[in-house]
C-alpha cells in the first residue's frame, strides 16, 4: 500500500571529518567544490545519501568518490539540521569522523577539484556551515 504525505522532506546529508591527529600540527582533510553552491570552496567531503544506502554507507562512499580515501569504518558524532544552512533547500547532515595515522594521499574526483590537508588552527573559509561541524567535532573528539 502507497501513502501519501503532506510534510515537507528535508534532504539529507553526510559530512566526513577524517583528522590527522597522531602527528602536530593535527591536520583535517578538506576538498574544493567543483559545483555550485560555493563552487571553488573548500568543504568537508561529503554529500547526499543514495536511498539504499544505510547512513555510513554513504559516508564511506562520498569519503572514497571525493578523495580516493578508502576507511572501513567512521564515527557518527552530530546531525547538524539549522534552516538556512545550505541554499539548495532544508537540508540535514549527519557528520561523521574518522583518525587516521598518517596524511594518505588524497585524489579529488567526482565533484571535487582539489583535496588536501589543513591545520585545524589555519583552516581556509569554508562552506555551509562545516566551520560549526568541524568546531562542534575538535570540542567532541579532539580534547
Same mark, same amino acid.
Given at each position: @500500500?502507497?501513502?501519501?504525505?503532506?510534510?515537507? $522532506?528535508?534532504?539529507?546529508?553526510v559530512d566526513c571529518l577524517i583528522f590527522n591527529k597522531l602527528k602536530e600540527p !593535527?591536520? &583535517?582533510?578538506?576538498?574544493?567544490?567543483?559545483?555550485?553552491?560555493f563552487a571553488g570552496s573548500w568543504a568537508l567531503p561529503g554529500g547526499f545519501i543514495? @536511498?539504499?544506502?544505510?547512513? @555510513? #554507507?554513504?559516508?564511506? $562512499?562520498?569519503?572514497?568518490?571525493?578523495?580516493?580515501? +578508502?576507511?572501513?569504518?567512521?564515527?557518527? &558524532?552530530?546531525?547538524?539540521?539549522?534552516?538556512?544552512?545550505?541554499? $539548495?533547500?532544508?537540508? !540535514?547532515?549527519?557528520?561523521?569522523?574518522?583518525?587516521?595515522?598518517?596524511?594518505?594521499?588524497? +585524489?579529488?574526483?567526482?565533484?571535487?577539484?582539489?583535496?588536501?590537508?589543513?591545520? &585545524?588552527?589555519?583552516?581556509? #573559509?569554508?562552506?555551509?556551515?562545516?566551520? #560549526? =561541524? !568541524? $568546531? +562542534?567535532? =575538535?570540542?567532541?573528539?579532539?580534547?
Open positions: @500500500m502507497a501513502y501519501t504525505y503532506d510534510y515537507p $522532506r528535508p534532504m539529507v546529508t !593535527i591536520k &583535517i582533510l578538506l576538498i574544493q567544490r567543483k559545483n555550485p553552491p543514495e @536511498m539504499d544506502e544505510t547512513l @555510513m #554507507e554513504s559516508a564511506l $562512499r562520498e569519503l572514497k568518490e571525493e578523495t580516493g580515501i +578508502v576507511l572501513s569504518k567512521l564515527e557518527q &558524532i552530530y546531525t547538524f539540521g539549522n534552516p538556512g544552512r545550505d541554499p $539548495r533547500g532544508r537540508t !540535514i547532515s549527519v557528520a561523521f569522523a574518522g583518525f587516521v595515522p598518517k596524511e594518505l594521499p588524497a +585524489v579529488a574526483a567526482d565533484d571535487a577539484a582539489k583535496a588536501d590537508w589543513f591545520p &585545524i588552527d589555519q583552516l581556509p #573559509e569554508l562552506a555551509f556551515d562545516h566551520a #560549526e =561541524i !568541524i $568546531r +562542534v567535532a =575538535i570540542e567532541s573528539k579532539l580534547k
